[in-house]
Each structure stands twice: as structure tokens, then as C-alpha cells.
């Protein structure tokens, strides 16, 4: 079965400053690997998906994340961290099972974002 | 605009009234999920939809009943729950496949008294 670890329970960075939330992955074979993020009260919305091509992920609002293979990482940064920033987000693995597919979240970094 | 409307967006009910939880999709995909959403816990898979038929059931209770008339409508009904369903009910949907995302709806926030 596959998993997914997100090491931080709560990041806090100041305004402009760099973000970075961790996740590393167990897979027994090529992965497809999401970042999703939830504002609250709201539902979760896509970042970014890693499906085993460029290594290298852009999503949206200035998000990248970064696949590595042999540290089993697959870590989502921002260069300058804004207010809007703050939330909760997600690291996510899909998993096959019988004739579909399914979603395996970690447990959640919530993002506090100091002016 | 998320393209996947869920409703009512609040609920309080009763442990021993029957309610429907509503989700639609305009998205055109073949899957829809119903997920439950607990204070300090990870998010839990209840029901999967493929193509119209059920494929997936995470041991839920048979106090949840899900419904799924054809590929752009979800139910969840609920009767006779326990406090700890208190939680936060999101739908979602997907083109099937392993690295196709899903897209969620803002969810409903159900309160059992």
C-alpha cells in the first residue's frame, strides 16, 4: 500500500520569505503525486500533479514542487510567501484499486503566514 | 468557480432524523468520491463512483447511503447518525485514472446534536 508523510504538522514563515513544506512518499512502483491546498471552509483545490514527466513542477499561484526519486521526496516550495498563502495543504498519492483508482492524503501542514 | 457544487453548505441535525446530502458535477468526469473530513484527522474516503457504479466501500457505516442516479449527481443520505459524524462532508470527481486529480466541492459542514 501506498503512503504519504508530510513531516510538519504547522509551518510558520513571515511575509516574503521562502516556503517550504515536506512530504515524502512510499510507492512500490512510478507514482502520480499531488499538492493540494485548502483555504478555510472551503473545499481542496489542485497545486500542482507530478505524473512522471518533468521532475520539476510548476503549479499555480507561484508553487513548485520538486519530485526526487532516490530520497523518496516530493517537497512544495514558494520563493516569497503572501498572506493569501496561508492555509492547509496536502500532500497526495493515487493508488490503483481493482478498476479505479483512489487518493491517499497525509495528514495535513497547516501554513501560518506572519505579516 | 469550482464545478462541483455541493449543498446544503451547513447542516444540524438530529440523531434520529433523515437527511440528503447533494452533490452535482458540471465537469464532465466518469468518477465521483464522497470524503469525510474530521478535526485532526486525515482525510477519509467514504464511496467511489465509476461510471455510475460503486467500486469502492471503506467499511462505512450503514447509517450512510450513497446514490449515484448518473455521472453528474451524487447523494450521501444519512439516518439515525452519532455525534462523531460530526465532520466535514466533501464530494469530489475525477476523469478515472491513476494521475488524473480529483476536484473537490466547498463541502458540507454537518453537526449532529
Known sequence: AQSVTQLDSHVSVSEGTP????????????????????????????????????????????????????????????????????????????????????????????????? | ETGVTQTPRHLVMGMTNKKSLKCEQHLGHNAMYWYKQSAKKPLELMFVYSLEERVENNSVPSRFSPECPNSSHLFLHLHTLQPEDSALYLCASSQEGGSQPQHFGDGTRLSIL
Open chain 1, 19 to 115: 516556503v517550504l513544506l515536506r512530504c515524502n512518499y512510499s510507492s512500490s512502483y512510478s507514482p502520480s503525486l499531488f499538492w493540494y491546498v485548502q483555504h478555510p471552509n472551503k473545499g481542496l483545490q489542485l497545486l500542482l500533479k507530478y505524473t512522471s514527466a518533468a521532475t520539476l513542477v510548476k503549479g499555480i499561484n507561484g508553487f513548485e514542487a520538486e519530485f526526487k526519486k532516490s530520497e523518496t521526496s516530493f517537497h512544495l516550495t514558494k520563493p516569497s510567501a503572501h498572506m493569501s498563502d496561508a492555509a492547509e495543504y496536502f500532500c497526495v498519492v493515487s493508488e490503483r484499486m481493482d478498476s479505479s483508482y483512489k487518493l491517499i492524503f497525509g495528514s495535513g501542514t497547516r501554513l501560518l503566514v506572519r505579516p
